[in-house]
């Protein structure tokens, strides 16, 4: 079955360490997506990239790094100078940027303590 | 500021009861407008879509919403609500005529609880 695998489900690191989240999709799809899930808040989008070797910053990239060197992967890097790292993060992709349904992963919860 | 405001946090019914969820939205210009369920242990899934035509619009499993431009509003409602509704469910709305889901924003989620 096609679809976006996150790994892994539950993530736990220390302050000051930066961590890279996994999302890989067998859609074929040309866009992906992080957005990041607070309680009592939606989904805020942290970077998105439209094609290979290219992405953008979102609403909340600070303290986040991506790549996107291949079609079906696009890592999410939380680094140490996220202020507020702890969350729950969703990758997210869709054949192009407009039109067409977005589909999601399962998600990471990331813990920082 | 854009925005997208979802009534209730939480909806507790029981079975057969009607469910209407409230989303309103902020955003400037032509909308694509969508709800979005996440059903326990599974990942966020397209319900329905709006993007021009009859703004009543039907979606899987028996849903279905209604976009009020005049309102600003694109409520979700079910006739009569099953055990298995039970989910989280997130209203989105994006821009029309640009398109982009990189413009989407999401409201904060409404918890469907439904009790045989």
């Known amino acids: 079955d096609g679809g976006i695998t996150q790994s892994p489900k539950y993530l736990f690191r220390k302050e000051g360490q930066n961590v890279t989240l996994s999302c890989e999709q067998n859609l074929n799809h040309d866009a992906m997506y992080w957005y990041r899930q607070d309680p009592g808040q939606g989904l805020r989008l942290i970077y998105y990239s439209q094609i290979v070797n290219d992405f953008q910053k979102g609403d909340i990239a600070e303290g986040y790094s991506v790549s996107r060197e291949k079609k079906e992967s696009f890592p999410l890097t939380v680094t140490s100078a996220q202020k507020n790292p702890t969350a729950f993060y969703l990758c997210?992709?869709?054949?192009?940027?407009?039109?067409?349904?977005?589909?999601f992963g399962n998600g990471t919860r990331l813990t920082v303590t | 500021a854009q925005s997208v405001s979802q009534h209730n946090h939480h909806v507790i019914l029981s079975e057969a009861a009607s469910l209407e969820l409230g989303c309103n939205y902020s955003y400037g210009g032509t909308v694509n407008l969508f709800w979005y369920v996440q059903y326990p242990g599974q990942h966020l899934q397209l319900l329905l879509k709006?993007?021009?035509?009859?703004?009543l619009v039907k979606g899987i499993k028996g849903f279905e919403a209604e976009f009020i431009k005049s309102k600003f509003s694109f409520n979700l409602r079910k006739p009569s609500v099953q055990w298995s509704d039970t989910a989280e469910y997130f209203c989105?709305?994006?821009?029309?005529?640009?398109?982009?889901?990189?413009?989407?924003?999401f409201g904060a989620g409404t918890r469907l609880a439904v009790h045989p």
């Open positions: 989105a709305v994006g821009p029309g005529v640009e398109g982009g889901y990189n413009k989407l924003i």
């Open positions: 709006y993007f021009s035509g009859d703004p």
């Open positions: 997210a992709s869709s054949i192009g940027l407009s039109n067409s349904p977005l589909h």
